[in-house]
């Protein structure tokens, strides 16, 4: 091969290599921002839509003081459950469906508590998925105990990512109980599913998840702990929510945070032909009386 030969082939492979690393990071990029961007959903309904009466309520989140925005909702129980919502949601979470939740909850005597988690609905701030879950949460929690609520009261109901910052807030934070729908054992895989659920094919998805991690991090300096890193820390009593049909935290993932968890005060339930964090809307009398079951044999009013 002659020497111009050579550095034409040489030219067109570095150009080749040059333009696959160019599509391999803006994917990536794409990709970091897809699954880290939080929308800011308005809210469409009220607490009146499904006939609760409710208090507007504002506080801030806990250490920087950010302000959050949600809806109290009084029953006839000296127990209060906070409802943490999926991460591209608000307190309206549709996939949820958390206002019907929240009149069934009602109607078993439980107080209420649905926010907006920083950046989303009508709270301050700018969101991001995994991120300051902790401090909203605190802030929360901090917000209820000033209404004259005991810790140990005080429950959690999270979903998806917002079952995932309830894990970590609990880790840290003697509540009263924690229920888990949908909650992700590891968020790169979460992060994985996520994408799938927007119609990518999962070997690409997978193909591009070491770039779109290194991406996450350089954008959104997000290093996520993982709920299997902390569950065996969190000291309340969990109910486990695991839908059949859920595509982004498998029922293996589940499993493993309950056998990690170790509390015999723990409960596992897998919902048949139900989507991700979905199990609501599918069995909601089943939902609600599981929920309220557990409840009721683990916080003492």
Same mark, same amino acid.
């Given at each position: 091969?002659?020497?111009?030969?050579?550095? +034409?082939?040489?030219?067109?492979?570095?150009?080749?290599?040059?333009?696959?690393?160019?599509?391999?990071?803006?994917?990536?990029?794409?990709?970091?921002?897809?699954?880290?961007?939080?929308?800011?959903?308005?809210?469409?309904?009220?607490?009146?839509?499904?006939?609760?009466?409710?208090?507007?309520?504002?506080?801030?989140?806990?250490?920087?003081?950010?302000?959050?925005?949600?809806? *109290?909702?009084?029953?006839? +129980?000296?127990?209060?459950?906070?409802?943490?919502?999926?991460? *591209?949601?608000?307190?309206?979470?549709?996939?949820?469906?958390?206002?019907?939740?929240?009149?069934?909850?009602?109607?078993?005597? @439980?107080?209420?508590?649905?926010?907006?988690?920083?950046?989303?609905?009508?709270?301050?701030?700018?969101?991001?998925?995994?991120?300051?879950?902790?401090?909203?949460?605190? =802030?929360?929690?901090?917000?209820?105990?000033?209404?004259? @609520?005991?810790?140990?009261?005080?429950?959690?109901?999270?979903?998806?990512?917002?079952?995932?910052?309830?894990?970590?807030?609990?880790?840290?934070?003697?509540?009263?109980?924690?229920?888990?729908?949908?909650?992700?054992?590891?968020?790169?895989?979460?992060?994985?599913?996520?994408?799938?659920?927007?119609?990518?094919?999962?070997?690409?998805?997978?193909?591009?998840?070491? =770039?779109?991690?290194?991406?996450?991090?350089?954008? *959104?300096?997000?290093?996520? #702990?993982?709920? &299997?890193?902390?569950?065996?820390?969190?000291?309340?009593?969990?109910?486990?929510?695991? %839908? $059949?049909?859920?595509?982004?935290?498998?029922?293996?993932?589940?499993?493993?945070?309950?056998? #990690?968890?170790?509390?015999?005060?723990? $409960?596992?339930? %897998?919902?048949?032909?139900?989507?991700?964090?979905?199990?609501?809307?599918?069995?909601?009398?089943? *939902? &609600?009386?599981?929920?309220?079951?557990?409840?009721?044999?683990?916080?003492?009013?």
């Amino acid at each position: 091969m002659n020497t111009a030969r050579y550095l +034409r082939l040489t030219k067109i492979t570095a150009i080749g290599v040059a333009a696959l690393l160019i599509l391999y990071t803006g994917i990536s990029v794409y990709g970091a921002i897809a699954t880290m961007g939080a929308p800011r959903l308005p809210l469409t309904e009220t607490p009146s839509s499904v006939g609760l009466a409710y208090e507007d309520v504002s506080f801030t989140s806990r250490d920087d003081n950010v302000v959050l925005r949600g809806w *109290y909702i009084p029953s006839q +129980r000296d127990t209060v459950i906070i409802i943490v919502h999926g991460g *591209y949601q608000n307190r309206i979470d549709d996939n949820v469906d958390t206002l019907s939740l929240a009149r069934d909850l009602v109607k078993k005597g @439980y107080d209420l508590l649905l926010f907006d988690l920083r950046g989303r609905g009508e709270s301050e701030g700018e969101g991001s998925i995994l991120s300051n879950g902790e401090r909203d949460i605190g =802030g929360a929690v901090d917000y209820l105990e000033s209404r004259g @609520y005991f810790l140990k009261n005080i429950c959690i109901i999270g979903f998806c990512s917002g079952a995932a910052m309830a894990c970590l807030f609990a880790s840290q934070n003697n509540i009263g109980a924690l229920v888990l729908d949908g909650c992700f054992a590891n968020a790169h895989d979460a992060f994985v599913g996520q994408l799938v659920l927007t119609g990518i094919p999962e070997f690409i998805v997978r193909f591009f998840r070491p =770039g779109i991690s290194l991406m996450r991090g350089i954008i *959104y300096n997000d290093d996520p #702990v993982n709920p &299997v890193d902390v569950i065996a820390d969190v000291p309340c009593p969990i109910l486990f929510i695991h %839908e $059949e049909n859920d595509v982004v935290v498998t029922s293996e993932e589940m499993h493993h945070l309950f056998r #990690v968890s170790s509390n015999p005060a723990n $409960e596992f339930w %897998e919902v048949s032909d139900a989507d991700h964090s979905q199990s609501y809307k599918t069995s909601p009398a089943a *939902y &609600v009386e599981k929920v309220d079951l557990f409840l009721l044999n683990r916080v003492k009013d």
